[in-house]
């Protein structure tokens, strides 16, 4: 890798940090923005989702601009904005400036998510791709990892505005920095063709189907709103196929899905993305409230996840580009296994080695897993935008499912333990919680087991092909 495409690939994955640390920090923050905006927490946390539902609905339309003019423009553009929205949430004094800020902070990343991996695979030539993509894979990765412990950092010694105030010179560093490595494309507008009814019903569906999941995790999946907006985005669904099929330049290439091999690759993705998602809603309980760590030290504990994983990184990109990537995500899918199952048995009273252990096991798994060269190689050079697109959608459905499906396990378990409903940390009776969270993570192993297979046919049959 020479030095222009080396500083490409770097330029790329700070800004991939800063969008992913975003999706997962303002969690941790959300207390304190709700009592210093005098603000019920239901309200705060639309503060979180907003940003999720806002990438997600614009995530196709960017990768298919990304295709049609330039990449490094619409990257860069979202990079611009981003920085200014993050500037706005971290000077904002109430709930809608925060609420529009975060969702033009939302628009800004899927502008970077869409356009980040086709960037690098015109970029770097074939022998390298797989470090290159590792390298952006994994940073982003330990932004969503690490979020939770930066936002315990910057709480113990400042407000919450500071958790998006310090995107900000990094933001401006990464954008000048872009605007001297990216080569300038012009833009033709002419080329411009955007499948606008295809997109509105694909971007409604995708936002009443994360509105539903949402509310439904707050007000019950048999609210009747919940259940409309279900009903609503499976009619916009089978919709949006009926125009994809009927229009000459879809915006998603539904062709692409009758490649085995990206399919299969997606949906790995997903499922290790749900599963990524267990740590980030079951650690930060089991560490505070079972192990008593106050939550700076909650914070500390957490950061040996994104630590090992830069180490891991660039191993797996390496390791990929010798091996191939199907290879080398079936050996990570299995230590992902034996993670989870450390997780699953871990007691309070056991040494705290074990869970480090459990650490660092779980983010060689992490830095290990090619999920972006597996996708990326099965899409052709003029597709690559929309196949990023895809696979940035899927991560972050990945990341919302994981929240839902988390929480929704640990609960029931919990609940049917001990004969009546509960929806929070049992206080008092720790045991309660540790007895829901052994089930969620064997749950989770049996998840990453069904991954191990899948990714086993799918090596099988790329040889018998």
């Known amino acids: 890798m020479n030095r222009k495409q080396f500083f490409i690939v770097m330029s790329i994955a700070l800004v991939s940090f800063l969008a992913t640390v975003d999706m997962s920090i303002v ?82 990343a899927s502008m970077t998510m869409a356009t980040n991996l086709g960037i690098i695979t015109e970029t770097v030539p074939f022998s390298l791709r797989g470090r290159a993509l590792g390298i952006n894979t994994t940073i982003g990765q330990v932004g969503y990892i690490a979020g939770p412990a930066m936002a315990g950092i910057i709480l113990s010694f400042a407000n919450w ?159 990929c580009d010798k091996y191939g990537a199907v290879f080398m995500s079936i050996r990570a899918s299995i230590i992902f296994v034996v993670a989870e199952l450390i997780f699953a048995l871990m007691q309070p009273n056991h040494t705290l080695m074990l869970m480090l252990l459990g650490f660092v096991v779980f983010s060689t798994a992490n830095g290990l897993f090619q999920n972006n060269p597996m996708v990326m190689e099965n899409a052709s050079k003029d597709q690559q935008g929309i196949a990023g697109s895809i696979l940035a959608l899927s991560r972050n459905i990945g990341f919302t499912l994981g929240l839902s499906i988390s929480t929704s396990i640990l609960y029931t378990a919990m609940s049917v333990k001990n004969g009546h409903k509960i929806t929070t940390y049992p206080t008092g009776n720790d045991q309660l919680f540790v007895f829901g969270m052994h089930f969620t993570y064997m749950i989770a192993a049996i998840i990453m087991v069904g991954v191990t297979i899948m990714l086993l046919w799918l090596q099988r049959n790329k040889k018998q092909a």
């Open 27 to 108: 969690n941790t923050a959300l207390p304190q923005i709700s009592n210093d905006l005098h603000i019920p927490m239901n309200q705060a946390e639309w503060i979180s989702s907003a940003y999720l539902i806002l990438i997600c609905m614009s995530l196709i339309l960017f990768g298919k601009l990304g295709d049609q003019v330039s990449k490094s423009r619409i990257f860069q553009l979202g990079t611009l904005l981003f920085t200014i929205s993050s500037l706005v949430c971290g000077l904002s004094q109430n709930l809608v400036v925060l609420l529009i800020a975060r969702c033009f902070q939302g628009l800004g």
């Open 161 to 319: 505005n500071w958790i998006f105030l310090f995107n900000v010179p990094i933001g401006i560093f990464a954008y000048f920095f872009g605007e001297f490595v990216y080569d300038k494309t012009k833009i033709k507008p002419e080329k411009i063709n955007i499948d606008w009814p295809g997109f509105s019903a694909l971007a409604v569906l995708i936002g009443l189907f994360f509105i539903g999941i949402f509310m439904g995790q707050e007000t019950g999946f048999n609210n009747p709103f919940v259940i409309g907006s279900f009903i609503l985005s499976a009619i916009l669904l089978i919709l949006f196929i009926y125009i994809e099929q009927h229009v000459k330049e879809p915006i998603l290439a539904l062709s692409l899905f009758k490649n085995i091999g990206f399919t299969i690759s997606i949906i790995a993705l997903m499922l290790m993305y749900i599963i990524i998602y267990f740590n980030n809603v079951l650690l930060p309980f089991y560490i505070q409230d079972t192990l008593k760590f106050s939550p700076s030290h909650t914070g500390l504990l957490m950061s040996v996840l994104p630590v090992v994983n830069v180490f891991t990184a660039y191993l797996g990109g390496v390791l």
